[in-house]
């Protein structure tokens, strides 16, 4: 027993000879002996003795442990838990033990309860199964705490206790204590840790060793699994008191009666804490390390439960507060210099991940307006760290949507603050918050250059107050030279501060130092790239790499422009260094050359001709483009290759943090926690691409975007691959825990980085495509992840850049990928809108209805209508008022078993049937018209019946009923007609056009599909003719207005683009009136009888337009004036007098359309068979009489051409001579001369007529020409029809002076003669040069005016390039060499000119002047010699060399007939 030794003797003989308790050393007695009344109280009597005597109190308290299997167990005891109904007896025993000692000691019961316990809580942390320190007990030491403070309790509750004697016993014992002890003790309400505070007698002590108990708490915690709880537990709690106690406003200090020790002693842990966690993280603690767990586990207190206990009260805010202020003021060693030259060193991405987080969770408790007033607050009161600063504002703006404006709102106070009272400190301080913002990104914060053009570009500025204020401005920039990076200077220097012209000393002296240091950096202006983005703040590119980059965005310009760039133009002149040496060198890299030149040779040819690239080096290009095209060499490209490696590792960094921002789609909403991890994406996605562009890689440029071919770099595509496969998988990731419209701002956060950064253009090329060229192979993933991503780069603040010039918006270019042209296309297209509506329906459901329109492109939303209302025919019933379902949204919606179900459930829903009542997104009949013209019937979803039922229900009960404001008709057959013919035109018209089938006989390059709308019109048209009663219509027909009003908004002008527009268009326009009914080109009739049809619409299309763009040497083709006589003899037959109605509609066509009647003449072999057939079969009359007219003039031409006695000339002599000409035309070449010979006999009238028209022809042959012998043989029919005019002195000189305004012979010969061959007859006149007979020339007093005025004429046509047709002729036939060579033929016109001048009579001279006027600066020299020639005295004999003895050549002989 323990009575036998003194109680070292007993604690010292080791756990085996003091740990047997009373019940097993009394057992053995019990057995042995037998029971004995007497006995028994004489035995208690000698323990009771026994006990006073030799008793220890702690040993006894440590005895007395709870065993588990019938010890005697004193805490079993005192809480009447134990199996033994004993338990009272204990409690007692240790009682009455407890008062009889204090009672023979004198000592207060509670003084000496107090003393046993505290040793018994140092024995037991001294206790230790490891000799190493430690916060936490091991498993047994808790146990036998709990027994130890169950009886202290116990104690305290008999009044056995006194706690300040406990809390003194306990500080002596301090260095053996174990904190988490302590803590229970505060826990289980023995003494409470204020207490403890209280009764140490030294508080800096006292800080120490909560510091580095609270440190050995941080490791243990992170590095014990079994005990994290209750190490976290312990951590939170006592963190949770100290802010509660240490942040207490004054208020709640006197309204509780607090220690004065406690605030003092929390404040200082706090902070020691913190200054710990911040030096370990400066010192580079390593991941994993102790010293990383620690400053891991202590910051991680700033979240979770530690903090959201104490919301009622406002003591967090205010240790929030207070932490941040010493976070940003901790170890303030950096000099402002230092900031501005390390700054971006300090990104978001660049800080380190538990300050960041620490940053992120301090910004929770703020507010963002409180945040930023902080940071001024600070700023303007303290010294600081400008590194802990910087980052703070870059955690600010990334992870804090509203920061922006906040801190622009800031930035621009201090400016304004700055330039009022001169202070450098506080514009350093704006210049520094916005360079460290815009490292973050356009994002989340506009770029340097645009902050720097918006503050100082205009006149607006606080600069531009006074001069006082500008030269604060540049001193204060040229104090900032020595410092900072090239990048800023360039910015400075490219977009530099408006300063007035007075004091332009101040800039150029900035501008001479900053390029000075530039210069010095080895970074120069003049090397820098043409399309250098000087926003990034990164490292200015090596002029090696960046090159590459200008030449394909300087080729993507000249693909739009077909110009030169103007930026390259100027690099040539002003950056001749770098266009040297980097540009040049860049684009003439050696290839293999394509076989059809591509872009790169055009633009490469462009800079050649105009003297952009040194012959030497264009030659060596060539020579090593030749050698390549033998053995391409391995590295062609200029500079080195980087290391596989590096590229890989970049890529697997990038593809770690998708992968961590996938896991963080369990909780979406996390705004701090997405925004944070975009970052690091942002910051490897830089480096990925960085790595790319070392490895040899280009960069796509933005005017590639719409070019679904462009070419990736392996680099570019992979990573653009990656962004689209994490955009997708997170979609799936999200939608899985929640909808889209709980799924936060994740998915918008990742689309600004992508927008803002260099990748945009590959990624935007890869959508394109997937979307095209494998859309309908997708995964319903990929559908959903890439509809959603569709959506959220057409939301409003994607940051996505305008389209380049010449280049589609993205939402026109999603439209056009999305083709619904055949059944797998369709489909897709389908899946895809289904896809994209659903998402935006449920993920903008909150906001407004313009947000949800500019998110969808409207394009979009009308395929989807057409193709429901197309592929399902019970979508074309009115939706049910109850199909109010939310649209569907699920990673399987669009699985091939359920997608046409979720395509109706979103159709029927009630919130996107509202969303269809939108004016812009309803699918009008417009829009189902161009829609339905691109599907190809061969390979299209509907069968043909199909199809035409749904064209007949479209048209006739959904557009033709429908109100114009709802995109229908108004019942008006008319208004569904003319719409159909306008979208048909525009269709043919597309570009598009040419992807499509090219066998179409409708229109160059027409859809396989045009058929079957053709088809609804031509039913149409019977339809309307049919409403009418079979007439024509009262007014002009519809396919006249919409001729006219389309043909009205094109451009106008006789330049070449304006003309082959032209031209096709009305080559369109007559290919369709030849698929309607003949009658269409027909007019209304006359109210009373008899009359004919009025064709003014038709004459008025003839005249106007197809005599200019559809005829041929003064006829129209054959296939409209067959349809226009066709529909002349329908509807005069179904006059009452069908002769007398023909006769005087062919009198009205030659009054008013002449062209229509010789183009009967042209093709009459042809027409006459099936005229007389057509009005045999109605009619048993000899045709009419007009027709009988052209009869006679054909068989009249026919008859005066053969050796036969010729028949008399028919009434009209026009109609004769152009049927002649027509007939001379048809002879062969070996027999025109001898027929000619004929013409001596023609009547006057016959000739002139028959003149003009071989001119036309003549011009026809050199505009058209079908044979190159063809211009030959016209000029030799002209030369000898002037020939008989001249010997019979018959005037000719009238036709080259023809007007409109003349009466007769003008308009009537100008209607039949195409414009541009009008306006050619001076190069006709002067063609016939060596024709003119010399006499006549010089007798006639009007040939020198006309041949003046044709001279100035063509002068003009050839300044303004109207002969260059003519020109490309002769340059194309070797037999024509000389022959219409307009500048020879100029040439030769003068020396006529002035070889005549000095032999004309003087009254040749009369109008000279006036002739004159306005044209006399065309040739000088002519013009003084009619001049002095019209002055001169009275005729002289005068000799001059004979007038026509030129040199001959194939100008002036005309080929032998």
């Known amino acids: ?74 805490s079993e005891l005192i809480a009447c838990e134990g199996p033994e109904p004993s338990t009272d007896h204990s409690s007692s025993f240790v009682g009455s033990v407890l008062r009889d000692q204090a009672s023979r000691l004198g000592v207060p019961v509670g003084v000496l309860s107090a003393r046993a316990v505290a040793c018994s809580v140092e024995r037991i942390c001294a206790a230790a199964a490891e000799p190493r320190r430690a916060a936490l007990l091991a498993p047994e030491q808790r146990r036998k705490l709990s027994s130890v403070l169950e009886t202290a309790q116990s104690f305290l509750a008999h009044s056995m206790f006194s706690r300040l004697v406990f809390c003194q016993e306990l500080w002596k014992v301090q260095s053996s204590l174990v904190f988490e002890a302590v803590w229970c003790l505060h826990v289980q309400n023995v003494v409470s840790l204020q207490e403890l505070v209280e009764s140490h007698s030294d508080v800096r002590a006292l800080g120490r060793w909560l510091f580095r108990n609270l440190c050995l708490l941080c490791e243990q915690t992170e590095e014990s699994s079994e005990d994290t709880d209750v190490a976290r537990a312990v951590l939170s709690g006592l963190v949770r008191m100290f802010v509660l106690r240490g942040f207490q406003n004054h208020s709640d200090a006197r309204r509780t009666v607090e220690p004065d020790k406690m605030p003092q002693v929390a404040l200082d842990v706090l902070q020691r804490m913190l200054t710990f966690a911040l030096d370990a993280l400066a010192a580079g603690a390593q991941d994993g390390s102790p010293l990383h767990n620690a400053v891991r586990c202590w910051f991680g207190v700033f979240g979770g439960d530690t903090c959201w206990g104490m919301t009622s009260t406002d003591s967090p805010k205010r240790f929030f507060g207070h932490t941040l202020t010493q976070i940003l003021t901790h170890n303030p060693v950096l000099k402002a210099s230092d900031a501005v030259q390390a700054q971006r060193e300090w990104s978001f991405a660049r800080t380190h991940p538990l300050l960041s987080a620490l940053y992120r969770r301090l910004f929770v408790m703020l507010s963002p307006e409180e945040l930023v007033g902080h940071l001024q607050e600070v700023l303007e009161t303290q010294e600081v760290n400008w590194q802990r600063v910087l980052s703070c504002v870059s955690t600010l703006v990334v992870c804090v949507p509203e920061a922006q404006q906040l801190v622009s709102g800031w930035v621009a106070r201090l400016t304004a603050q700055a330039f009022e009272s001169c202070h450098l400190d506080s514009l350093l301080t704006a210049f520094l918050i916005v360079r460290q913002a815009a490292l973050e990104g356009p994002s989340v914060f506009p770029s340097y250059a645009d902050w720097f053009k918006a ?44 300063v007035p012209n007075k004091y332009r000393s101040l800039l150029t002296d900035y501008v001479a130092l900053a390029k000075t240091r530039l210069t010095d950096l080895k970074v120069g202006i003049e090397t820098m790239g043409l399309y250098e983005d000087v926003s990034s703040a990164g490292d200015v ?67 050649k001709r105009a003297d952009k690239i040194p012959p030497s080096v264009y030659s060596a290009y060539c020579h090593a483009c030749s050698a390549a095209a033998e053995k391409t060499p391995e590295n062609a490209a200029p500079g080195s290759r980087a290391e596989p490696g590096g590229a890989e590792e970049a890529l697997g960094r990038l593809a770690a943090a998708l992968g961590e921002l996938r896991a963080c789609m369990r909780d979406p909403d996390r705004y701090d926690v997405v925004s944070a991890q975009m970052a690091v994406i942002s910051d490897r996605l830089g480096a990925a691409l960085r790595r790319g562009k070392d490895d040899g890689s280009r960069e796509t440029s933005e005017g590639r975007l719409s070019a679904v071919s462009a070419r990736l770099g392996q680099q570019e595509q992979e990573v653009a691959d990656l962004l689209l496969t994490s955009f997708c998988q997170n979609l799936l990731a999200a939608s899985s825990f929640a909808p889209p419209e709980r799924q936060g701002p994740w998915a918008t956060l990742f689309v ?30 990929h559908v959903l992840g890439l509809a959603a991503l569709a959506v959220h780069l057409g939301e409003p603040g994607s940051a996505l850049p305008p389209a380049p010039a010449g280049g589609l918006p993205f939402p026109d270019l999603l439209e056009g990928l999305l083709s619904c042209r055949t059944r797998e296309s369709s489909l897709f297209c389908l899946r895809f809108c289904t896809a994209a509506i659903s998402y935006s329906l449920c993920k903008f459901s909150s906001q407004s209805r313009d947000i949800l329109c500019s998110c969808l492109p409207p394009g ?28 569907p949204w699920s990673p399987t919606c669009l699985a091939p078993a359920d997608w046409r179900g979720a395509t109706l459930l979103l159709w029927r829903q009630s919130t996107f049937q509202e969303l269809l009542k939108e004016r812009d997104l309803h699918l009008t009949y417009r829009d189902w018209l161009r829609l339905e013209l691109e599907v190809q ?74 058929g079957d709308i053709l088809s609804r019109l031509q039913e149409m048209n019977v339809e309307l003719g049919l409403e009418r009663g079979g007439r024509p219509p009262s007014r002009a027909h519809f396919l006249f207005r919409v001729f006219r009003t389309r043909l009205q908004a094109l451009p106008s002008g006789w330049d070449v683009a304006a003309s082959l527009q032209r031209q096709r268009e009305l080559l369109m326009y007559k290919r369709l009136l030849l698929r309607l009914p003949p009658s269409v080109l027909l007019g209304s009739f006359p109210a009373e009888p008899p009359a004919a049809p009025h064709c003014e619409d038709f004459f008025h299309l003839v005249n106007a337009e197809l005599r200019d763009s559809c005829s041929q040497g003064g006829a129209l083709t054959h296939d409209i004036t067959a349809h226009f006589f066709r529909g002349l003899l329908h509807a005069c037959l179904q006059s009452s007098d069908p002769s007398l109605a023909a006769d005087l509609l062919l009198a009205e066509c030659q009054a008013r359309c002449p062209l229509i009647l010789t183009s009967a003449l042209r093709w009459w072999p042809r027409l006459e068979p099936v005229l007389l057939s057509q009005w045999r079969r109605s009619c048993r009359n000899p045709l009419p009489r007009e027709l009988q007219r052209l009869q006679d003039a054909r068989r009249f031409a026919r008859d005066f051409l053969s050796p036969e006695a010729a028949s008399p000339p028919p009434h009209l002599a026009w109609l004769s001579a152009a049927a002649l000409h027509f007939e001379i035309q048809q002879v062969r070449k070996e027999d025109v001369g001898r027929q000619l010979r004929r013409l001596d006999g023609a009547t006057e009238e016959l000739l002139v007529f028959l003149f003009f028209f071989s001119l036309m022809g003549l011009l026809s042959s050199h505009l058209t020409p079908k044979e190159a012998g063809d211009s030959l043989q016209a000029l030799a029919v002209c030369a000898e029809v002037l020939a008989c005019l001249q010997r019979r002195r018959i005037p000719w000189l009238a036709l080259f002076q023809l007007t409109e305004t003349d009466a007769g012979l003008g308009q009537l010969l100008l209607r039949v003669a195409p414009a541009q061959q009008a306006r050619l007859l001076p190069f006709a006149f002067y063609s016939l040069l060596s024709s003119f007979d010399e006499d006549a020339a010089v007798r006639e007093e009007a040939f020198l005016p006309v041949a003046v005025d044709m001279y100035l004429k063509l002068i003009r046509l050839f300044v303004a390039g109207e002969t260059s047709a003519v020109s490309l002729l002769a340059g194309r036939n070797p037999e024509l060499q000389g022959q219409g060579s307009p500048v020879e033929l100029i040439t030769k016109a003068r020396l006529f000119l002035l070889q005549l001048i000095p032999r004309c009579p003087k009254e040749s001279f009369v109008d000279m002047a006036e002739l004159l006027a306005d044209r006399g600066d065309c040739d000088p020299e002519v013009s003084a010699a009619l001049l002095r020639r019209q002055q001169a005295a009275p005729d002289e004999p005068y000799r001059e060399p004979p007038l026509f003895h030129l040199d001959p050549s194939p100008c002036t002989s005309p080929a032998p007939l």
């Open 860 to 887: 979009l939303i009308k395929k989807f209508q057409f193709l429901v209302l197309r592929l399902f025919p019970e979508s074309r019933e009115l939706p049910s008022q109850e199909d109010t379902a939310g649209p």
């Open 541 to 607: 590119p090596e002029p090696r790499s960046q090159a590459p980059q200008d030449v394909d965005k300087a080729i993507a310009v000249f693909e739009h422009t077909g110009r030169i760039p103007v930026t390259v133009m100027e690099a040539s002149i002003f950056r001749r260094p770098y266009y040297v040496s980097h540009f040049l060198p860049a684009l003439l890299t050696p290839r293999v050359l394509p076989k059809v030149p591509d872009s790169r040779m055009a633009f490469i040819e462009s800079l």
């Open 455 to 498: 503050s100082f570009g205009s006149s607006r500025g606080h600069h531009a107050c006074s001069k006082k204020a500008l030269v604060f401005l540049f001193k204060f920039l040229s104090d900032l030279v020595p410092f900072e990076a090239p990048r800023y200077m360039q910015v400075h220097i490219l977009h530099p501060p408006l």
């Open 1 to 74: 027993m323990m009575g036998s030794g003194t109680p070292e003797a007993a604690c010292g003989a080791g756990p085996a000879l003091c740990r047997r308790p009373w019940a097993e050393l009394l057992a053995g007695r019990v057995k042995r002996q037998k029971y004995n009344p007497e006995r028994e109280q004489k035995l208690k009597a000698s323990a009771v003795h026994l006990l006073r005597s030799h008793q220890d109190l702690s040993d006894l308290l440590l005895e007395v442990e709870g065993p588990s299997c019938k010890k005697l167990c004193l």
């Open 752 to 781: 600004r980085t992508v927008c803002g950064c260099s990748v945009l253009p590959a990624v935007l090329s890869r959508l394109c495509q997937l979307l095209r060229l494998q859309g309908p192979s997708l995964s319903a993933s």
């Open 937 to 1010: 019937p061969e390979a299209d979803t509907l069968s043909d019946p199909e199809r035409e039922d749904f064209h007949q229900w479209a048209i006739r009960e959904r557009y033709l009923p429908a109100p114009a404001t709802a995109g229908g008709c108004d019942g008006d057959l008319e208004v569904a007609c003319a719409v159909l013919v306008d979208v048909l035109m525009d269709s043919c018209q597309s570009s598009r056009s040419c992807d499509h089938s090219e066998d179409s006989d409708w229109a160059p390059g027409g859809r396989t599909g045009n």
